[in-house]
């Protein structure tokens, strides 16, 4: 965990570790609780409070927890608070000030006990805030005291957390909202109070305690924990052994099957350096073993695993934001996303085996491929929680609540196998590194609150849509390129879902509202720069995470990482004017859509890295695929038919 810029990653010992432990169960049952047990259990003592009247025996008390269990998931505001208090302080202990400080200072300690304090009281004042009514309710001068403070704590989190990149565009924000009245011209705002600041970023929803950091309390929280609970039981080594088995013995057999066991993990975790923290391990060092240079084998990785918040079924947490954000179902954002993410790995696959054709590279030694049936009997107890997890999405119950049945699913199921069983050793173990995991989402997310609580004090988001289009000059494809390059500026250093919902406030207005684009295209574009910002020099997060296990340079990855990603690249593009490849309009409108899709990325694969097997492609050749590429993108059959055929005819000349 060396990427960050800012503060240095560790785990105290002595009584800090066992206080961290501790606080890490506590948040996992909270938010299990919050989730799904509430509710499950508010039903059963209703039904019970029910039936027992007609025994003859008192029910009152029954019936009040009932009520009470119901109504508990209703409360925000109170459940966020809870998970800073944990989180907060949790985070202050494990990130230091300065990243070759190894153990705790004074003030790491100092801003956890703050951070505690401050959320402590939220949840002794909640009635106050629940009944918060805004326009007639006005904050005390404690509320503004409290107020500022929280906000100067995400402020330093964040900075610890992610470095000066977000940091930096929260305070430019800050400075905006609070001096953007004397500014002039277009860009100037109307005074307000500084109790209207206050009410907007600590009490209302569009502030720290916003669906950002609500998400990351929920979706974020339980499928990272699903996914080391499901690593923790052997789940990742059954992707690993199935990916070697089926192209373990190919050409460049490693690196496919590094690319297949991350992209598969990848969308349980949904989160790139967690897929590179869990699969990199295995798959670094056999790729290095065959041959791989070391910055070549940990590109792949890290661009393996940064697809796996674009494919289903369970794309991580930013699916779920987007849903959130949209409205729209997860199961349609998940099927509307089955095939550009196969694309994706289309356009991988392509330059991973063409590499392996001109570096004459061996398949995978023989010894370390487990025969597909094996793998299978071995491990298909671990495909359980999975077709539970799919059954129960798109049967239509809440993500928080298939991520909390999934993870209880894996726990019970592993009891029944002494070599993977989760005892209490293990669970607190998974615990504690869920949280670890969690500390860049959880500063990130909650400056996320504070970028868009600025925004909408501020009424900045019809000014920054009047700022790019004079950037872009009011044109369409312009503004696509801005926005696409806008966001992986702010992916420098944050993780995925803070990139995208940071993109949603800014960017989505625009493209929405000005050129009326599709809401689904819109969002899935801005999900996939979202992503390839963690592989995407200077700042890739993926990268950093990947070299680290190499023992490589991190900044040599980047060049390769993206040419290995190009596919990702152009196909947001691509489905923006053909949404038939999102599954939509018939069936006819779907098949052609990625038939030219996979033409596209093919072109723009070969353009960029210029090689066919041993053979190179010459410029002029390489100018002709680039613009098959474009071609291919323009929503007229005429074009992409054009472009296919003499995209194909470049290659067969050249091969």
């Given at each position: 965990?060396?990427?960050?810029?800012?503060?240095?990653?560790?785990?105290?010992?002595?009584?800090?570790?066992?206080?961290?432990?501790?606080?890490?169960?506590?948040?996992?049952?909270?938010?299990?609780?919050?989730?799904?047990?509430?509710?499950?259990?508010?039903?059963?003592?209703?039904?019970?409070?029910?039936?027992?009247?007609?025994?003859?025996?008192?029910?009152?008390?029954?019936?009040?927890?009932?009520?009470?269990?119901?109504?508990?998931?209703?409360?925000?505001?109170?459940?966020?608070?809870?998970?800073?208090?944990?989180?907060?302080?949790?985070?202050?202990?494990?990130?230091?000030?300065?990243?070759?400080?190894?153990?705790?200072?004074?003030?790491?300690?100092?801003?956890?006990?703050?951070?505690?304090?401050?959320?402590?009281?939220?949840?002794?004042?909640?009635?106050?805030?629940?009944?918060?009514?805004?326009?007639?309710?006005?904050?005390?001068?404690?509320?503004?005291?409290?107020?500022?403070?929280?906000?100067?704590?995400?402020?330093?989190?964040?900075?610890?957390?992610?470095?000066?990149?977000?940091?930096?565009?929260?305070?430019?924000?800050?400075?905006?909202?609070?001096?953007?009245?004397?500014?002039?011209?277009?860009?100037?705002?109307?005074?307000?109070?500084?109790?209207?600041?206050?009410?907007?970023?600590?009490?209302?929803?569009?502030?720290?305690?916003?669906?950002?950091?609500?998400?990351?309390?929920?979706?974020?929280?339980?499928?990272?924990?699903?996914?080391?609970?499901?690593?923790r039981a052997g789940g990742g080594l059954l992707f690993f052994e199935v990916a070697s088995a089926i192209t373990g013995r190919?050409?460049?057999?490693?690196?496919?099957?590094?690319?297949?066991?991350?992209?598969?993990?990848?969308?349980?975790?949904?989160?790139?350096?967690?897929?590179?923290?869990?699969?990199?391990?295995?798959?670094?060092?056999?790729?290095?073993?065959?041959?791989?240079?070391?910055?070549?084998?940990?590109?792949?990785?890290?661009?393996?695993?940064?697809?796996?918040?674009?494919?289903?079924?369970?794309?991580?947490?930013?699916?779920?934001?987007?849903?959130?954000?949209?409205?729209?179902?997860?199961?349609?954002?998940?099927?509307?996303?089955?095939?550009?993410?196969?694309?994706?790995?289309?356009?991988?696959?392509?330059?991973?085996?063409?590499?392996?054709?001109?570096?004459?590279?061996?398949?995978?030694?023989?010894?370390?491929?487990?025969?597909?049936?094996?793998?299978?009997?071995?491990?298909?107890?671990?495909?359980?929680?999975?077709?539970?997890?799919?059954?129960?999405?798109m049967m239509g119950y809440t993500p928080a609540y298939v991520a909390a049945g999934s993870t209880a699913a894996v726990i019970?199921?592993?009891?029944?196998?002494?070599?993977?069983?989760?005892?209490?050793?293990?669970?607190?173990?998974?615990?504690?590194?869920?949280?670890?995991?969690?500390?860049?989402?959880?500063?990130?997310?909650?400056?996320?609150?504070?970028?868009?609580?600025?925004?909408?004090?501020?009424?900045?988001?019809?000014?920054?849509?009047?700022?790019?289009?004079?950037?872009?000059?009011?044109?369409?494809?312009?503004?696509?390129?801005?926005?696409?390059?806008?966001?992986?500026?702010?992916?420098?250093?944050?993780?995925?879902?803070?990139?995208?919902?940071?993109?949603?406030?800014?960017?989505?207005?625009?493209?929405?509202?000005?050129?009326?684009?599709?809401?689904?295209?819109?969002?899935?574009?801005?999900?996939?720069?979202?992503?390839?910002?963690?592989?995407?020099?200077?700042?890739?997060?993926?990268?950093?995470?990947?070299?680290?296990?190499?023992?490589?340079?991190?900044?040599?990855?980047?060049?390769?990482?993206?040419?290995?990603?190009?596919?990702?690249?152009?196909?947001?593009?691509?489905?923006?004017?053909?949404?038939?490849?999102?599954?939509?309009?018939?069936?006819?409108?779907?098949?052609?859509?990625?038939?030219?899709?996979?033409?596209?990325?093919?072109?723009?694969?070969?353009?960029?890295?210029?090689?066919v097997g041993k053979y190179t492609i010459r410029w002029p050749l390489r100018l002709i695929l680039a613009a098959c590429t474009?071609?291919?993108?323009?929503?007229?059959?005429?074009?992409?038919?054009?472009?296919?055929?003499?995209?194909?005819?470049?290659?067969?000349?050249?091969?």
């Amino acid at each position: 965990m060396r990427f960050l810029r800012e503060g240095g990653r560790h785990r105290p010992g002595g009584a800090w570790a066992v206080l961290i432990s501790t606080g890490s169960v506590a948040a996992a049952l909270y938010v299990l609780w919050v989730s799904a047990l509430a509710t499950v259990v508010g039903d059963l003592a209703l039904r019970a409070a029910a039936e027992i009247p007609q025994a003859g025996l008192p029910h009152g008390a029954l019936e009040a927890f009932g009520i009470w269990a119901r109504a508990f998931t209703a409360n925000f505001h109170l459940d966020i608070a809870i998970f800073i208090a944990i989180t907060f302080p949790v985070a202050f202990l494990t990130t230091t000030s300065r990243p070759e400080r190894k153990a705790l200072a004074w003030t790491d300690i100092a801003l956890a006990c703050l951070s505690f304090a401050v959320a402590l009281y939220y949840i002794v004042l909640d009635d106050r805030f629940l009944h918060w009514s805004r326009g007639f309710s006005q904050p005390t001068l404690a509320d503004t005291v409290v107020g500022f403070t929280l906000v100067a704590l995400v402020i330093e989190l964040c900075r610890r957390c992610t470095g000066w990149g977000l940091t930096t565009l929260v305070l430019v924000l800050l400075g905006f909202t609070f001096f953007g009245q004397y500014m002039p011209g277009p860009l100037k705002h109307e005074n307000f109070s500084v109790n209207y600041f206050i009410e907007m970023m600590t009490v209302m929803p569009v502030g720290i305690f916003g669906s950002p950091i609500e998400v990351a309390a929920t979706y974020a929280f339980l499928f990272v924990l699903f996914g080391n609970f499901f690593e923790r039981a052997g789940g990742g080594l059954l992707f690993f052994e199935v990916a070697s088995a089926i192209t373990g013995r190919m050409v460049g057999g490693a690196a496919k099957a590094c690319v297949t066991a991350s992209g598969l993990y990848g969308s349980v975790s949904g989160s790139p350096t967690a897929d590179v923290a869990t699969t990199g391990p295995l798959t670094i060092p056999i790729m290095m073993k065959t041959g791989i240079p070391a910055a070549r084998a940990a590109a792949i990785e890290a661009t393996a695993s940064s697809g796996g918040a674009m494919l289903p079924p369970v794309m991580g947490a930013v699916a779920f934001i987007m849903s959130d954000i949209t409205g729209i179902p997860y199961a349609t954002i998940a099927l509307a996303s089955l095939l550009p993410a196969l694309l994706y790995y289309l356009a991988i696959y392509i330059l991973v085996h063409n590499e392996a054709v001109r570096n004459d590279e061996a398949p995978m030694p023989e010894e370390q491929i487990v025969p597909l049936h094996r793998a299978v009997v071995r491990g298909w107890r671990h495909l359980l929680p999975l077709g539970a997890l799919i059954a129960l999405l798109m049967m239509g119950y809440t993500p928080a609540y298939v991520a909390a049945g999934s993870t209880a699913a894996v726990i019970v199921l592993s009891w029944f196998w002494p070599d993977s069983a989760i005892g209490p050793r293990g669970f607190v173990r998974v615990c504690t590194d869920t949280i670890t995991q969690l500390v860049p989402l959880v500063g990130a997310v909650a400056a996320a609150g504070i970028v868009i609580g600025a925004i909408e004090i501020s009424a900045l988001a019809g000014k920054f849509t009047l700022l790019i289009n004079y950037l872009a000059f009011g044109m369409l494809v312009p503004t696509l390129i801005l926005a696409a390059m806008l966001l992986v500026l702010l992916g420098m250093g944050m993780p995925t879902p803070a990139v995208y919902i940071t993109g949603a406030a800014l960017l989505a207005p625009v493209l929405r509202q000005q050129f009326n684009l599709p809401e689904m295209q819109v969002h899935l574009f801005m999900l996939y720069f979202a992503c390839l910002s963690a592989i995407t020099p200077p700042v890739a997060v993926a990268n950093f995470a990947a070299a680290a296990i190499a023992g490589t340079n991190p900044m040599a990855l980047g060049p390769y990482a993206v040419k290995l990603a190009v596919g990702g690249f152009v196909l947001p593009f691509f489905f923006l004017f053909n949404p038939g490849l999102n599954m939509q309009g018939g069936i006819v409108n779907v098949a052609t859509a990625l038939f030219f899709g996979a033409a596209m990325v093919t072109f723009a694969s070969f353009a960029l890295h210029g090689l066919v097997g041993k053979y190179t492609i010459r410029w002029p050749l390489r100018l002709i695929l680039a613009a098959c590429t474009v071609a291919a993108i323009v929503p007229r059959i005429e074009y992409q038919l054009a472009a296919t055929v003499l995209g194909a005819l470049v290659l067969a000349i050249r091969r």
